[in-house]
């Protein structure tokens, strides 16, 4: 998103001439450069000027949609990948959240700048089926301009006895610049972040973490509560066990301030989760009290017949989200789903569909969002390392 | 408003350890008073200065209804129960249908609406007791069943066992494994030992018990589940639950009265009816399990009730069933031990009132103000000879057959009702 200089250099062919043509001091001209930036009160000067020099702008080129804070407390993005939440420091995330939040508005999203992702391309590479994320990175890479494709590798060459290494050198000959990765086995994505020269986003792996998943979990509840999760009292509940989206969103909202509570069968939470900076409960009568938000996670039916837990229907009995559970929440509680829901099994139909209390539709709108926001920092930070380099 | 009195007895609370002379007052199933300055009222009991304990609570009864009524239906065990002054049994839930299911829980509970004593119902740990599938404990839990078990069978797989321990956790269930390692013990019919061998049976040694018990020990540590180690039979087993228990672990252990009164020589001339599951082992073992219960390593004493036609057990050695009626027994033999000095009198009332009531959350197995009036009296040192005919029990198979006994129940009361009276 470093426009400036280019822009500048373009049409008017440096700091110097720059700032005679502009009636400006030269270090301002430098302040733009540095900051990637025109601030907005300059723009119509730009203009004036710049038709002088037969280059005929808009406010466009100025890049209107602008992310509110590129650097927050004055820390650039300066990540390469995103496999995991414990990646990013809390201005990181806040600059991804900031960022989420800006593509939220639909007139932005729907007419985005689309240079931010230019010339880029944007490998969907799934290991495991899914459909909203990889869909939810198609658009998001799309609106953003990049040359997206999509590869089902569970269906393709992995058949054929190819490696995770061989496939990595085969889409790192590819020169993608980012690679959006699922796959079924704990650590994979990280693996093959090593042995590839582009960003990684893991899109889930395994067990461990569904980093993406979290943010937009975040910007979610973000909305919802007036910016304000510190504080929120959160119970993430269900299959803890198997779910990356659990990790991950216990790491970000600990790390955002939230009291996070797991609540399940004791089959179904790690062993020493209490270690993880949460409260642990067994009962959603004691584990919902007071929560302001309430997380139900989908129970892996395939992993269910009689090994974790008896039967859908004892699990519903006892956790099972319908209003009674709910009423021992705090009043106007909200809940959440990362989807697909089983309906009576994890949660009543009547909830999942109640819109004054489910936010399930808003995550899945602000995936697009969030995940746009999280490719324009990726690509941001690549420009500014490839500038870094040169 | 029924009251009833027990007059001129001597008191015996285990939970309390309370013993001393007097009368009891009961009105509508409840203990309203005792003590020796306690009037009496309304029906009078003379217990003639014999002991007047709590009901014994037998928490391993099998029973044959549903399923298999020629062996034993619940109103026939009830009747026996009865008899030998046990007023609450917990029946297993190895029946055709299994109890895995809370409809069949409540189906135990309304058949033993009309019994002379309490039947509680143990659920089964996996469905139709395959030993892999988690039943609905939580559902059964809330139905009524009071504990959890997998019957004659161990949960083999330790995945299994693990699962089971943590889930159960939540619902505070009591889960009881047998402490068996199948791949040892399979087609063992006896302890293997010189005499086993000499019989030329093929035999389990301890140490097939000893590994389980240590498994499940290791695995109620981890998970924090209630585990009741189920009827061990051997000194070694008996080793590993003193050691857990030193440890503070909570984790109960039981033994079959037959195991405390029998030893390997009793199926010497290959007698069928003590063939036994656990099978009986040493003189040593026996002796070491009986300074088990005086000390408080074993919690529980059960009958093992396991009702068998003749017709399953009058077969060559190695194809007989398993299994003895133990609810008339139960009593009368822990008395006999105690009057050959070999079990402390307050112990083993212990482990078969207060310590079971306290593992499956009853109130009953104590005499305090407001406890249910469930009350034996018995005469501690009455001779008499064990005759299996004349057993209450549909089955008779019993290995005391003949044998002489000290120590009797007299009077049975179950929820303040005299439900069994010897003198009739």
Request: charge should be negative.
């Amino acid at each position: 998103m470093t426009y400036s200089k280019p822009l500048i250099d373009d049409i008017f062919g440096g700091i110097r001439p720059a700032a005679r043509a502009l009636d400006k001091a030269a270090t301002t001209i430098q302040g733009w450069y540095d900051a990637g930036t025109i601030p907005q009160k300059h723009w119509n000067d730009v203009i004036k000027t710049a038709k002088e020099f037969d280059h005929h702008l808009t406010p466009d080129d100025f890049f209107p949609v602008k992310s509110p804070d590129a650097s927050s407390f004055g820390y650039p993005f300066e990540k390469r990948h995103c496999l995991s939440i414990d990646d990013f420091h809390r201005p990181d995330i806040e600059t991804l959240l900031s960022l989420g939040e800006h593509y939220l508005d639909l007139n932005v999203q729907k007419n985005p700048d689309r240079s931010v992702l230019k010339g880029k391309t944007l490998i969907n590479v799934f290991f495991e089926n899914s459909t909203r994320t990889e869909k939810s990175f198609e658009l998001a890479g799309k609106r953003l301009g990049a040359d997206v494709i999509s590869m089902q590798i569970a269906s393709s060459s992995v058949k054929k006895g190819e490696t995770l290494l061989d496939t990595a050198a085969t889409l790192n000959a590819m020169n993608p610049d980012i690679l959006v990765v699922r796959h079924g086995s704990s650590g994979a994505p990280a693996l093959l972040s090593q042995k590839v020269s582009c960003s990684v986003v893991n899109a889930g792996d395994g067990m461990h973490e569904h980093p993406t998943q979290a943010l937009l979990d975040a910007l979610t509840l973000r909305q919802a509560f007036d910016g304000q999760i510190d504080g929120l009292r959160i119970a993430i509940c269900g299959d803890i066990l198997h779910s990356r989206v659990a990790r991950s969103n216990v790491k970000l909202l600990n790390m955002l301030g939230a009291e996070v509570r797991l609540v399940g069968p004791p089959t179904l939470l790690p062993t020493d989760a209490d270690r993880w900076g949460v409260d642990i409960f067994h009962e959603m009568k004691t584990g919902l009290k007071g929560c302001d938000v309430v997380m139900m996670l989908r129970l892996q039916l395939e992993r269910m017949s009689g090994a974790f837990v008896p039967s859908k229907r004892e699990y519903f009995h006892f956790h099972g989200l319908d209003r009674t559970k709910l009423g021992y929440a705090k009043d106007g509680a909200l809940v959440m789903h990362p989807g697909p829901m089983n309906r009576g099994v994890e949660i009543s139909s009547d909830i999942a569909d109640d819109p004054d209390i489910s936010l399930i539709t808003q995550q899945v709108e602000t995936g697009v969002a969030m995940r746009m926001g999280i490719l324009h920092a990726l690509s941001e930070a690549q420009d500014r390392s490839k500038g870094a380099n040169r | 408003m029924s009251t009833l009195s027990i007059a001129n007895a001597r008191i015996i609370d285990p939970a309390s350890g309370y013993d001393d002379f007097g009368t009891i007052v009961t009105r509508d199933g409840r203990i309203m008073a005792f003590g020796p300055h306690v009037q009496t009222e309304g029906d009078i009991i003379d217990a003639d200065g014999h002991i007047c304990a709590p009901g014994l609570i037998d928490m391993r009864v099998t029973t044959g209804e549903p399923g298999r009524e020629n062996r034993e239906t619940i109103a026939t065990a009830a009747k026996a129960a009865a008899a030998g002054g046990i007023t609450s049994i917990v029946i297993m839930p190895e029946t055709d249908p299994v109890i895995d299911d809370m409809s069949l829980v409540d189906f135990i509970t309304r058949r033993a609406e009309t019994a002379p004593v309490n039947v509680y119902a143990a659920g089964a740990l996996t469905k139709g007791l395959d030993g892999k599938t988690l039943t609905e404990i939580g559902l059964m839990s809330q139905a009524g069943a009071v504990m959890f078990s997998n019957g004659t069978s161990p949960i083999a797989e330790a995945q299994t066992m693990r699962r089971l321990l943590s889930y159960s956790a939540s619902f505070n269930a009591l889960i009881a494994n047998r402490a068996i390692e199948p791949s040892l013990s399979k087609g063992a019919v006896a302890h293997e030992s010189d005499l086993s061998s000499r019989l030329g049976l093929t035999g389990a040694p301890a140490a097939a018990e000893r590994i389980m018990a240590e498994r499940d020990v290791a695995l109620a540590e981890l998970t924090g589940g209630r585990l009741l180690i189920d009827m061990i039979s051997s000194a070694e087993a008996l080793e590993v639950v003193r050691r857990a228990k030193s440890r503070d672990l909570e984790i109960a252990c039981s033994v079959s009265i037959n195991h405390l009164s029998l030893n390997e020589v009793d199926i010497g001339d290959y007698r069928t009816f003590a063939k036994l599951d656990p099978p009986l082992r040493e003189e040593s073992d026996r002796l070491a399990l009986l300074e088990g219960i005086n000390d408080g390593t074993i919690d529980v004493i059960v009958s093992d009730h396991d009702p068998r036609p003749a017709g399953e057990k009058r077969l060559p050695y190695a194809e007989a069933t398993t299994g003895a009626v133990g609810l008339e027994i139960l009593l009368a033999a822990g008395l006999s031990q105690v009057a050959d000095g070999r079990l402390d009198l307050m112990a083993f009332l212990a482990s078969v009132t207060s310590n079971p009531a306290a593992l499956l959350g009853l109130e009953s197995g104590r005499i305090a103000k407001g406890a249910p009036a469930d009350l034996i009296i018995f005469n501690p040192n009455a001779p008499w000879v064990c005759n299996s005919d004349a057993l209450l029990s549909r089955s008779k198979n019993t290995p005391l057959d003949g044998r002489r006994m000290t120590g009797r129940n007299l009077k049975t009361i179950c929820k303040g009702r005299l439900v069994f009276d010897s003198s009739h």
